[in-house]
């Protein structure tokens, strides 16, 4: 074992141990050379400071308990040094609350006791994966706008994509939630491995089982081959859980022990396999007040809402409208080969003062539609067909006329109705601006008899 005060040979990648078990040390040094990285081992805080003065670091493990402090204070410390260097926490078997704890202070991860050597290995390739700070998003996926909410929502974005934290994306419909977890992923360690998006509201109960764990040849009718689910389809990589209240209560027992454990069974084995997939989950709903009303578990809620990231509406950053609305309108132009439509100033004007309930999904969508309509490549304010706010105020404002059930669903077809025409019927864009799932949508729209003959 090398001493703590030993000089690191030249040009090697050093990782900072800091326990004070020295088996623990000892077994993290032996398995840290087998990959090529040299070690400075430590059993103390006020040992890794110093050493921290001392080399240039890549990575630092440090136990939670340590003699003269918590783990947690070397993140802080680490963290204030601005030297970009991932810190991970080595908590006590089974304290969820000790790694919730450490990704909030902003430690990289976490590996609990006993140390599994898989895990460990994992997570270091993760660490020393990390693009450098200053390197730029993917250029392909744009969060455009200059605004202070996309500003601050952008600078978190990439402080996250530096960390394995679980984070929740909460916003509106059509706020970006996807975008953002891709961003995340694609700036972060992971970016090289598969990102996996998942709308938990589109899956049949009966199947979820299946859908996120996979399943083994003849564990049900049907199952003529071993398939992989979700979590083996995202290991190494991100599994993006879209509309994550919509799970059952049943699944989010067996998602909650699968995140705990980093392990999954599929429907049919007898035995479970390790994943390693890092967690970002998304709903329009709030999910604070599902769990007051018993119809989220607290537990995975605490698990899944380690970090939160807000998704602005875009009715806050209308300053940010023309050039966001500009870059769509080229998109369409160049799927459609054809010239880039303009804006009126008239048009610009009404789409600045318009609330956008179903924000850039609905821009997306008007303009769209607006391009297919306007003449002479010009988009003027009749073809933007928006529903002026003292008509929708006036609607809001109507005395009851009918019995209240009939009034209602009056109420509710109509707002059906403008959804699917503003998503062309597109029935799952619908229900994502009404803020309902595809089910509940089709359901209501049964109930109220509409159909596609309502199109025209």
Known sequence: MRRADRKPPPRERLVLVVDDEPDIRELLELTLAKMGLGVVAVGSIAEAREQLKLALFELCLTDMRLPDGEGLDLVRHIGGLDNDLPVAVITAHGSAENAVAAL???AFDYVSKPVGLEQLRALVKSA??????????????????E????????????????????????????SGKELAARLIHGQGARRDRPFVPVNCGAIPETLMESEFFGYKKGAFTGADQDRDGFFQAANG???FLDEVADLPLAMQV???????????????????????VRIISATHQDLARLVDAA????????????IELKMPPLRDCRE?????????????ARQSATVVARLSPAALEELTLYDFPGNIRELENILERATALSAGGEIGPDDLRLRPAAAEARTAEGALDAPLPEYLDRVEREAILQALARTNFNRTAAAKLLGVTFRTLRYRMQRLGITDENRH
Request: glycine share 8%; no cysteine; charged share 25%.
């Open 320 to 332: 940010d409208i023309a050039h966001i609305a500009g870059s769509i309108l080229e998109r369409i």
């Open 254 to 276: 067996k998602l909650l022990r699968a995140i705990q454990e980093k392990r999954v069974r599929k429907v049919g084995a007898t035995q479970e396999d390790p994943v390693d």
């Open 147 to 174: 605004s202070a909410p996309l500003a601050q929502a952008r600078e978190l974005i990439g402080k996250l994509a530096r960390t394995q934290a679980p984070v929740y994306v909460s916003g509106e419909s059509g």
């Open 104 to 106: 909030k202070a902003g």
């Open 295 to 306: 119809r989220f578990r607290q537990d995975l809620f605490y698990r899944l809402n380690v």
């Open 237 to 239: 990589g991100t599994l």
């Open 128 to 145: 020393l994966s990390l693009p450098d700070q200053a390197a730029e998003p993917p250029r392909d996926l744009p969060l455009l706008g």
